[in-house]
């Protein structure tokens, strides 16, 4: 009992992290039809900015802002790559993100070296039906939860997030009464780079990153997406509880190297039910 509730809590904490990932796949997605492939090389950048702000002795909250800041600076950039030149396509834009993880690599390696980093998160433990739970596994869901909260609010009560939706429903609509569909698109970025940033700098104080961390974190924030059907942020929360878990008693009972194969797979699978989906459908209205 004790083991299957230590891994329930680490898979509920990876789960949080997925789902930021993810929200963030989600929102570059909806606005701008580009498939982000340098999502997890936020949360890289969060969780190295942060470790290196703190050995400066900045105070936890104030480093974690800050790289969190960073990570939505690197998105925004990433974004004017990918679709700062008007008439790019989706397709397009899909490499040039892929061009700016490669290069996040080399610019990584530069600054921070090629060992794995981490840092201190809240220090001490509760104990749960004799089991030690480090508190920054219990700092973890709250935190998630009130971004998530934070998002319905931001995409149902203010312009940007109206302007946004509007986006994601119909650009060429959106476009004629006004609206800056480019501009929405780098918003879109930026807040996406936010987001992977928080999953950064909540889950390196619990697995270190490397310069190659964010490949595993794509892979496993654009399953949870997957699950979410890629429509609304808030449903990636669900999907990355359900991965996160999963994989944690895949690797708490199994072996660990396959946690990534259960995301991969998983991904695979729901792709061809799609694909099966409509193929059937598409034979029905023939």
Known sequence: ?????????????????FALIASGIIIIYRVTRVVNLAQGMFAVVAGFSAASVLDARV???????????????????????????????????????????????????????????????????????????????????????????????????????????????????????????????????????????????LLTPLQPVSYDSDVSLFVNGFATAILAGLKRPVLALAGGLVLGVAESMVAGYAKASYQSSLALLLTLAILIAQAVRREALHTVEE
């Open 1 to 17: 009992m004790s083991a299957f509730l230590s891994y329930l809590i680490h898979g509920i904490s990876l789960g949080c992290g």
């Open 59 to 201: 105070p936890h909250p104030l480093a974690e802002l800050l790289a969190i800041a960073a990570a939505a600076v690197v998105g925004t950039l990433t974004g004017f790559v990918a679709i700062g030149k008007r008439g790019t396509s989706p397709q397009a834009s899909l490499i040039a993100t892929l061009g700016v993880g490669v290069l996040g690599y080399a610019v990584e390696v530069l600054i921070w070296g090629d060992q794995p980093r981490s840092f201190t998160g809240l220090l001490g433990s509760y104990e749960l039906l004799g089991v030690d739970i480090a508190k920054q596994y219990l700092l973890i869901v709250p935190v998630t939860l009130f971004v998530f909260a934070g998002l319905e609010l931001f995409f149902e009560r203010t312009y940007a997030g109206k302007a946004m939706s509007a986006c994601a429903s119909n650009p060429y609509a959106a476009a004629l009464q006004g609206i800056g569909v480019l501009r929405m698109g780098l918003y879109a970025f930026g807040l996406g780079g936010a987001l992977g940033g928080v999953a950064g700098v």
